[in-house]
Structures are given as C-alpha cells and as structure tokens.
C-alpha cells in the first residue's frame, strides 16, 4: 500500500496569509463571494434568472432589471478590489520575505566565500611556503 505524497510545503508568506484570511469572518465572505462570483455556475444562475424573469414575472422588465444588474455590477465590483488590493498585499509581503531571504544569503555566500579564501591561502602557505 502506498501513500499519497504530502503536500508541499507553503512559503511562510501564503502560510500567515491563509491564517489572517481564516480568522476574519469578513474576509472569508469576501472570499467566498469572490470565488462564486468569478465561477461558471454564477454566470450560468444569473443567465437563467434573467431569463426566467424577462418571460414570466415582468411584463416590461427593462427598468427593474436595469437597475438590479447595476447594483450588482457595483458590488461585484467591489469584491473584486477588494481581491485585487488582497493579492497586491499578499504579493508585497511575499516580496519583502523573499528580499530579506535573498540579503541573508547573500551575506551567508560572502562569509563562505571569504573563509575559503583564507583557507586557500593558509594551504598556500603550509604547502608551498610563504610567498616572498
């Protein structure tokens, strides 16, 4: 019997975004209704209520509709700065973890790389003698 291999780990960044994102009940509506809203069976649900109400509940449908899709319209889009300003964060944190990773080790290459120069001159020395 084989098991299923673990899931990858997550850089730290997603890690603290999931968990801040878990534990505001406003952000995970958001989320939740980003999610609905940018899915096929949205599209497909509001096409066949439209329908639906254009043939059997209005019988000049124009201006009650006109005004329910924008309102609509106003609040998805809404959602969706909100998701937009949600990534921009999310993707300047990530940043700003990755710079601080990048600058560690940059100093941890430079202390290497000096250790094994006066490495390399020590052997230098012992093998070759001191050089006049």
Known sequence: MTQADPAPPHHPVVVSHTEHRSADAQL?????ITAFAGSMPFVYIHAAAFVLWMLF???DPWPKLTLVVSLEAIFLSTFVMIGQNRQASFQQAK???DFVEQEQELKLNTELTR????????IHAIVGGAPS
Do not use: M, N
């Open 28 to 32: 995970r509506i958001a989320d939740a």
């Open 57 to 59: 509940v209005e019988s």
């Open 95 to 97: 940043a700003d973890h």
């Open 115 to 122: 250790s094994i120069h006066e490495l390399t001159k020590q």
